[in-house]
């Protein structure tokens, strides 16, 4: 069985740095093709996504916050940290970590993290 | 463009078909994934790739694809199915980096 579990701070202060831990289990980031994203999504509204990290340690960031993003992974902890820069208010979000799997032309994620709620605001 | 459409809001009677679909350029060259969520939970898969379910989603769902345009199609929609359902895709770039559309909220009358 699959699992995902996202852990971090629940209120940081605008201009602060978050960082956010996913802890996994059922599957190894080191086998091929095995991946795993961030998403986000702010209270009433859509999902975003933030970044990927896969087996290779090849990272892919959203164009528009790439510049904020860090995301690594430590494969014998089975974890995947992902900090972001400069938090600000509009950042206040649910923070979902996911399995990320794909083939030639598609790219899904399963199953998700129960999400953790991070609020931005002094 | 890295941006994916869909209807905000779309109802269906109970037990008939329901059609909510995402439109985007990447939809050309990729094909969608599809979650339904729930208020207060995570998202889950119910359709991947060309028209692909996950174990234990239910067969009245299916994925389509035709041009810049991704279905997701419930038939026999039931009370469950209520839900906000949101599609993605791989981007136009031709990495991994993926786009969601807006989300489709789905009111079974």
């Known amino acids: 069985q699959v699992t995902l579990r996202e852990s971090g701070p629940a209120l940081v202060k605008p201009t602060q740095t978050l960082t956010l831990t996913c802890t996994f289990s059922?599957?190894?980031?080191?086998?091929?093709?095995?991946?795993v994203s961030w998403i986000r999504q702010p209270p009433g509204k859509a999902l975003e996504w933030l970044a990927l990290?896969?087996?290779?340690?090849?990272?892919y960031y959203s164009t528009s916050l790439k510049t904020r993003l860090t995301i690594s992974k430590d494969t014998s902890k089975n974890q995947v940290v992902l900090t972001m820069t400069n938090m600000d208010p509009v950042d206040t979000a649910t923070y979902y970590c996911?399995?990320?799997?794909?083939?030639?032309?598609?790219?899904?994620?399963?199953?998700w993290g129960q999400g953790t709620l991070v609020t931005v605001s002094s | 463009s890295s941006e994916l459409t869909q209807d905000p809001a779309v109802s269906v009677a109970l037990g008939q078909t329901v059609r909510i679909t995402c439109q985007g350029d990447?939809?050309?060259?990729?094909?969608a994934s599809w979650y339904q969520q729930k208020p207060g939970q995570a998202p889950v898969l119910v359709i991947y790739g060309k028209n692909n379910r996950p174990s234990g989603i239910p067969d009245r769902f299916s994925g389509s694809s035709s041009g810049n345009t991704a279905s997701l199609t419930i038939t026999g929609a039931q009370a469950e199915d209520e839900a906000d359902y949101y599609c993605?895709?791989?981007?136009?770039?031709?990495?991994?980096?993926?786009?969601f559309g807006g989300g489709t909220k789905l009111t079974v009358l």
């Open positions: 993605n895709s791989r981007d136009s770039s031709g990495n991994h980096r993926v786009v």
């Open positions: 990447s939809l050309r060259s990729y094909y």
């Open positions: 990290i896969d087996w290779d340690d090849d990272k």
């Open positions: 996911a399995r990320t799997l794909y083939g030639d032309y598609v790219t899904w994620f399963d199953p």
């Open positions: 059922g599957f190894s980031l080191s086998t091929s093709g095995m991946c």
